[in-house]
Every structure is written in structure tokens, then in C-alpha cells.
């Protein structure tokens, strides 16, 4: 009877203990993110039946397109990430002061991001071609002939017309304008914390500006622009629908390209779908490892900076 | 002077990066309120028709109206020769985007059958007819509408129950393992969505939820839990807990006092958690492309509408409809921006 009595009260408690408030997030994560995932790491090294393999990779890895994939995909997160972080900055640190309508020029560096990655695709495929406005523009400011005469340009061109390196240029283009405004806002943000008299002060102690931004203002500024930073490079490894937007699918292939490409483009065979599995995963590997290099690289940095002091 | 010189150089730099933002959104709207005909043109116009202005002459061998047009001013484009005003009517509504009546077609054209000379027309434009084009020409539009906006809803409500909970909890509990908890949720928000999104299909089948909206929402649920968690933790924390002492001093219930001081205090903080998970559902493509069969959203029609060709003007139409909700609620989340980046 006392027995029943201690496991109904135990029961009370655990019912009313504030764990059960994490409970239905724990089912969801369960069920819907961690079975997922680990689903997809076993069907990597299976066969369809479940006898461990490592041939899913091996197809992958002879798979035509799979350097290109990972080099275009590797190349885009680099580039874009290092040339988004550079001009952000040095916009950043031309455009730190208050004048007047810095409010309405926040205003408008917002939208790039805000908008649907499907509606940038249309947007750009509406300006690459032939007749489109980019050329449209080009003709209008006169940009046309000064690029003509220069041997930049012959004639209209056709932008989508290219291929390799110089497509991957392209959607890296497309991002930093998508991404650009909004790296700006952040280091805008970070730069406004941080106290401008210690800039000063630097100066007035003979260092130069140049040095008083790599010393002062990069660290002080640092904490919020890495996460940030982090989070555009995983970001940047995930690259693929505005580029089958404007390339098509197997022209300029990724990484997420080729998972897209074997789960919703060719036929839905067992085989297609572990060569979509085995792109997942690699993926996953690919950005785990890269963002955990990241993370490496920054912080030490700061360590030794540190011991510098 | 020096001052001067800075001073206007800083607002040179500041309007040319406004005009590389602006100036291509300005050509994505001005295409989706060209014409069929104005599509064609080259350069593209960089603010949209109102009006279109037109010539017509009697062509007497053919017996017919010949309808021209200034692509340019120097160019004159001979568009469309018939004598049959209900087939010019619908022509005009179809190429050009002028919505008019035959009878009023007749009335200005039909006197120059006789006097041969050449007449300046000149109608007003249906600025929104791609809109109404787009919903006709791609079929499942208002339907993907519809799923877009039930993906946000369920997307919703997932998230704002579950999260929701998990922040009541991280703020106002003493249970371990929070710093587990939140390096837990930054896990989740590192992985790419698309690769969950694989296994997902199978796993969608199995629970009979492939090719639905909830299906999708419980993906898009998956960053957005946590920052649903991370929103209202921090919302919970700014509550003044003297404000529920006191009313239980009073003999509220717990129920009650939740019900009427806290979760007051708390709506701003789930507004901005439902704004966030409607920009993950409304935006998103990819996960749909892979989790959805018939049953398209928005975007992903939007994304798929590539592929039809002479039709970019409508896609183009169908582009601005998906962005004009992103930039609302994108600009009313301004303040919090610095979170969802990435």
C-alpha cells in the first residue's frame, strides 16, 4: 500500500517536475532530427538490405561531377565569405558616421536580405540575358561603350553564357549583393558599440589609422562579426538553388546541387537515392569540418593576441 | 573645404550602394508590369509604362487595320493588322495589357477607314495584369498560395508551443543542463536543413505526412524551435516576477496569473517568434522541392517557374508577390535582424 503510494507520488512528481515542459521538444528532436540524421549516416554505409558498405561513397566519389562539386562548393564559400567580410568592412568603416538619412540607408540595406531566395533567382535570370536589364543598364549609362572600348565587352553579352570558375564568380556575385547589405549592418552595429576615443587615443600614442583598425577596432568588433561569420560560411557551403535557377541543374554543379539533382530531378530509384544520401552526408562532413577550422583559427587568434599583451 | 570634399564624397558612396540594391528591384518590377510586346524591347524600361501609345492606319490591299508601335522613337513595329475589333480587343489584352472594350476600339479606329490617314492611340495600361496572369497561367499558384500560407501556420504553432515551453522553462525553472540545452540548439541551427530534408522523405511516408504542409512545418519547426526557446527565454527573464508575487498574494491560481499577467507581457516576444517562423516557411523552396510531390508552395512554384519559357514577366509577377510579405515582416523584425542572420 505505501509501496503504491511512493511510486503514484513519484509519478505526481514527475508529471509536475519542470523537465516536462522539455519533453515535447526532446520528442520533436528526437523524432524529427535525430533520426533523421542518424537514418541517413546508417543508409550511407549500407547496402539496401543493411549489410555495411562503403560502396555508396565510392559511387559517389567516381560520380562524374563530384570534384567539380566539391571545388565549386568549397571555392563559393571562400570567395564569397572573404569578399562579402572585406568590403563589408571597409563600407562599414567609410560609411561610420552619422549623417543625415543613416536611418533610411539602414532602411534599404535591409531588403537584399529579406528577400526569398526563389524571388533573387527570378530576379537575376531576369538580368543576365541578352535583352536583360544588367545590359539594359550598361546601354542606358553609357557603361556599354566605355567597357566596348576598353575590349571588356563585345557587344551584348549573354552572362549565363559561362562556365567553370567564372559561373561560380557569378553566383558569388549574386550572393554578395544578396548578402552584403546586412554583413555591413552587423560590423555597422559593432563598430557603433565600441567607443571611438579609443581609436583616438591609439592615434594620439603614433599609431597609424591603418594600425589602429587592425589592433582596435577588428578586436573589439570581433565577437559579434565571428558568429556572424560562422554562420555565412555554413551558409555559403549550402549554395545551389539560385545557382540551377540561372545555370540549370549538372552545368555548374555543388555539393547540395547533386543531392537536389539524384532526390527530385532522376527517376526515383533505391540507387539515386543512396547517391542523394551519401552527397548529404558528405556535405554534413564537409561543413562540420570546415566550420569546426573556423572556429579554430579565430579563436586562436585571440589567444595569441592575448599573450602578445 | 577639406570637410566638404568628405562630407559629399561619403554621400556619393552611400547613394551609389542604395542604387546597387535598388536599381535591380526596380527592373524586377518594372517587368513584371511589362507587357508580352515590351518584354521584347531592348534597353529595358526602367520605370513602367502607364500608357501605351499607338498608331493605326487603313491598309487598303489587305483591307485590315495595321496597328504600330514606337519600340524606340526611331523604330516603328508594325504589331498586329486585322479588321475585326473583338479579335483586336483580345489581342490588345493579351500582348499589350490593355484592357478595353471592342465597342471602344471601333469608335476610335473605324473613322479612318475612310479618310486614310494615320491616328495616334494611346490607352491606359492594366498595370496589374501579370498579376492576374500569373494566378492563370500557372494553374497551382492560388492553391500554392494557400499551402504557403498554411506551412506558416502550422509552422506557427509548432513552433510557439514547443519553443515556447522550452523558454518558460530555461527562464523561470533551476533544472540542469541548461548550458547543455543551449549548445544543443546551436548544433541544430549548424546543420544544413536540405540534408535533414533527405531522410526526411522516407521517414515523411512512413508517418503518412510526405507531400503535406504539416510535413514541411515540422521541418522548418527544426531551427525555429530554438529561436522560438532563445526569444521568449529572454522575454521571460525581463518579466518582473514581483508582478506574478503579487498576484498570487491575491489568490490568483497559477493558471490564472499566467493567463493574465504573464502571457500579456509575453505577446511582443511570441510576435516576433511567429514573424521568424513565417519568414523560414514563406521563403523556403528547397525543403519543399524535396518533401512535397503536388502539393507546391509559393516559392517553390516560383522556383520552378524558370523553366516556361516567354513567361518571365509573370514569374516576375509572382516573384514580387512572394517578396512584398518577406519585406513586411522582415522590417518589422528589424531590431531583432542581428539573430536570424545567417
Not at chain 1, 571588356?152 to 547589405?181: E, K, Y
Amino acid at each position: 500500500m505505501s509501496k503504491r503510494k511512493t511510486v503514484i507520488h513519484s509519478i505526481k512528481r514527475i508529471v509536475k517536475s519542470p523537465y516536462m515542459l522539455l519533453l515535447p521538444a526532446l520528442l520533436f528532436y528526437l523524432l524529427f532530427w535525430l533520426l533523421p540524421v542518424v537514418m541517413s549516416i546508417f543508409q550511407s554505409f549500407t547496402t539496401v538490405d543493411g549489410t555495411p558498405t562503403l560502396q555508396n561513397f565510392i559511387n559517389m566519389f567516381n560520380e562524374s561531377r563530384f570534384m567539380r562539386a566539391l571545388i565549386n562548393t568549397l571555392v563559393f564559400a571562400v570567395v564569397s565569405l572573404t569578399l562579402q567580410f572585406f568590403l563589408a568592412i571597409l563600407l562599414a568603416l567609410l560609411i561610420n558616421k552619422k549623417f543625415k538619412g543613416s536611418r533610411l540607408f539602414l532602411f534599404f540595406m535591409i531588403i537584399p536580405m529579406a528577400l526569398p531566395q526563389a524571388a533573387v533567382g527570378i530576379l537575376w535570370n531576369t538580368g543576365l540575358t541578352e535583352a536583360g536589364w544588367l545590359n539594359s543598364l550598361f546601354h542606358v549609362t553609357g557603361l556599354q561603350t566605355v567597357l566596348e572600348s576598353l575590349g571588356v565587352l563585345d557587344g551584348r553579352t549573354l552572362w549565363t553564357n559561362v562556365t567553370g570558375t567564372r559561373a561560380v564568380m557569378t553566383i558569388v556575385l549574386i550572393d554578395t549583393w544578396t548578402v552584403l547589405p546586412s554583413v555591413m549592418i552587423i560590423i555597422l552595429a559593432g563598430l557603433q558599440n565600441f567607443n571611438r576615443e579609443l581609436s583616438e587615443a591609439a592615434q594620439v600614442f603614433g599609431a597609424s589609422r591603418g594600425r589602429a583598425v587592425k589592433d582596435i577596432v577588428i578586436p573589439i568588433i570581433k565577437p559579434s562579426i565571428v558568429t556572424a561569420l560562422l554562420l555565412r560560411l555554413i551558409a555559403g557551403l549550402q549554395v545551389w538553388l539560385i545557382s540551377v535557377m540561372i545555370f540549370g541543374y549538372g552545368r555548374v554543379p555543388y555539393l547540395l546541387e547533386r543531392v537536389v539533382y539524384y532526390m527530385s530531378v532522376v527517376a526515383r530509384t533505391d540507387a539515386n537515392y543512396r547517391m542523394a544520401v551519401s552527397y548529404s552526408v558528405f556535405t554534413l562532413f564537409v561543413i562540420l569540418t570546415v566550420a569546426f577550422l573556423f572556429v579554430r583559427l579565430t579563436s586562436g587568434k585571440t589567444e595569441w593576441r592575448k599573450a602578445d599583451e | 573645404m577639406n570637410k566638404i570634399i568628405r562630407h559629399s564624397l561619403l554621400y556619393v558612396l552611400v547613394a551609389l550602394v542604395v542604387s546597387i540594391v535598388l536599381v535591380p528591384l526596380m527592373y524586377l518590377t518594372t517587368i513584371s508590369l511589362s507587357s508580352n510586346i515590351e518584354l521584347g524591347d531592348f534597353p529595358k524600361n526602367f520605370i513602367p509604362n502607364l500608357t501605351v501609345e499607338l498608331e493605326a492606319e487603313w491598309d487598303e490591299d489587305r483591307e485590315a487595320f495595321t496597328i504600330y508601335r514606337y519600340a524606340t522613337k526611331e523604330r516603328r513595329q508594325a504589331l498586329y493588322r486585322s479588321d475585326n475589333f473583338e479579335e483586336m480587343a483580345r489581342y490588345f489584352e493579351r500582348y499589350l495589357n490593355i484592357y478595353t472594350e471592342p465597342e471602344v476600339l471601333e469608335n476610335d479606329i473605324e473613322p479612318i477607314r475612310e479618310t486614310d490617314e494615320v491616328i495616334e492611340l494611346r490607352y491606359r495600361k492594366n498595370l496589374f495584369a501579370n498579376y492576374q496572369k500569373f494566378f492563370e497561367i500557372f494553374s497551382g499558384a492560388r492553391d500554392a498560395l494557400i499551402n504557403s500560407i498554411l506551412a506558416v501556420f502550422y509552422t506557427i504553432l509548432l513552433s510557439l508551443s514547443i519553443g515556447g515551453a522550452v523558454g518558460y522553462t530555461l527562464a523561470r525553472t533551476k533544472i540542469k543542463g541548461k548550458e547543455t540545452i543551449g549548445l544543443a540548439a546551436l548544433v541544430v541551427r549548424m546543420f544544413p536543413i536540405i540534408s535533414i530534408s533527405v531522410p526526411m522523405a522516407i521517414l515523411l511516408i512512413r508517418y503518412g505526412m510526405f507531400d503535406t504542409m504539416l510535413g514541411l512545418a515540422f521541418i522548418y519547426s527544426i531551427p525555429n524551435i530554438g529561436l522560438t526557446a532563445w526569444i521568449t527565454r529572454s522575454i521571460f527573464l525581463g518579466i518582473d516576477k514581483e508582478l506574478e508575487e503579487a498576484s498570487y498574494v491575491f489568490g490568483a491560481t497559477k493558471l490564472r496569473t499566467l493567463r493574465s499577467i504573464t502571457i500579456p507581457l509575453v505577446i511582443p516576444g511570441f510576435a516576433a517568434a511567429s514573424m521568424y517562423a513565417f519568414i523560414i516557411a514563406w521563403n523556403d523552396a528547397a525543403v519543399a522541392l524535396l518533401l512535397t510531390d503536388r502539393n507546391e508552395t509559393l516559392a517553390l512554384l516560383i522556383f520552378r517557374s524558370i523553366g516556361a519559357t516567354g513567361a518571365i514577366h509573370y514569374a516576375s509577377a509572382g516573384a514580387i508577390i512572394l517578396i512584398i510579405p518577406a519585406l513586411i515582416f522582415t522590417f518589422l523584425l528589424k531590431d531583432y535582424i542581428n539573430r536570424i542572420w545567417g
